[in-house]
């Protein structure tokens, strides 16, 4: 049987520490990635996945597929975890991803990485930090802990079904579900305000407009925000197919680049999210983004 050479041996190194960060619960937290580093010779782009969680998990071994696939067409793949609520609030988990993206540039020697052309994607709740990362784009506000003589820009970035505004998550939804949403013991409202016992403010997301508006990614679009693509599915029930148009028409009406897709009759995070179709989209648009 004659066998044609198409693919490269990938390595798997898991457990990277990339920060150690303070939480309520102690004062250096690891925080570590997954790779997956194809074998071959010469500098790669990487991307870094921000894993989806609802805001208080944040568990990097998700979506193997869409790291697989991309690496197979020669992405390294990171896979990250970062501070989740209860134990943090924003703006943290922003500052991870910045962090992390400036360890992968520290560490471009060791994983084969083109410092130059590193990206991210994220799901969920990972896609607005991813978001909120991108339209942050060579903002240093967010720029904290080590490695901070490199860069935190990155060349694009991919959002599935992320939130844009944590004040409008529901808004297409029932009155009963957005009642839900806009409690003070939804977890949005903890992400933004801190939980009260550990010395966060009560109320729901709607109850402190400023905290809300900070932590709200279309308030920092600037003409240096990265490229975005944005996918979202029609029958989404836990994150409304609005909140990605509403950060579509902001990055359009600010210059930026951006495409958005639906996918017909996709729910949130469910089987539609791990087809081809989705997932050649996604290696198109780095592609076209090298």
């Known amino acids: 049987m004659n066998v044609t050479l198409r693919k490269s041996k990938i390595h798997f190194v898991p457990d990277v520490v ?62 990250i975890n970062y501070r989740t609520v209860p134990n943090s609030k924003f703006p943290q988990p922003v500052e991870d991803i910045k962090s992390a993206i400036r360890f992968l540039k520290a560490s471009a020697q060791k994983f084969n990485v083109d410092a130059e052309k590193i990206f991210l994607i994220g799901d969920s709740a990972g896609g607005y930090l991813t978001a909120f990362v991108a339209v942050t784009n060579g903002d240093k506000t967010f720029n904290v802990g080590e490695n901070l003589e490199y860069s935190s820009e990155i060349a694009a970035a991919v959002d599935l079904y992320g939130i844009s505004d944590l004040r409008q998550i529901a808004a297409t939804f029932p009155e009963e579900v957005q009642s839900l949403y806009n409690s003070a013991g939804s977890v949005t409202a ?48 836990i994150v409304s197919p609005a909140q990605t148009d509403l950060l579509f028409q902001a990055l359009k009406n600010h210059g930026v680049e951006a495409e958005r897709y639906l996918i017909p009759n996709a729910n949130h995070s469910d089987d539609y999210w791990q087809q081809d179709e989705v997932f050649d989209l996604i290696t198109e648009f780095l592609t076209a983004h090298l």
């Open 18 to 79: 990339y920060s150690q960060v303070p939480t309520f619960e102690k004062p250096n937290q690891l925080l570590q990635m997954d790779l997956l580093i194809p074998q071959v010779q010469k500098k790669l782009p990487a991307f870094i996945f921000v894993t989806g969680g609802g805001f208080i998990s944040a568990n990097r071994a998700r979506m193997p597929q869409l790291r697989m696939h991309l690496a197979e067409k020669n992405f390294v793949a990171a896979s």
């Open 190 to 237: 903890l992400f933004v305000n801190g939980v009260p016992a550990f010395g966060g403010v009560d109320g729901g997301i709607l109850a402190h407009p400023l905290a809300a508006e900070r932590a709200n990614p279309i308030n920092y679009i600037t003409k240096n925000s990265a490229p975005m693509l944005l996918m979202h599915g029609t029958e989404d029930n």
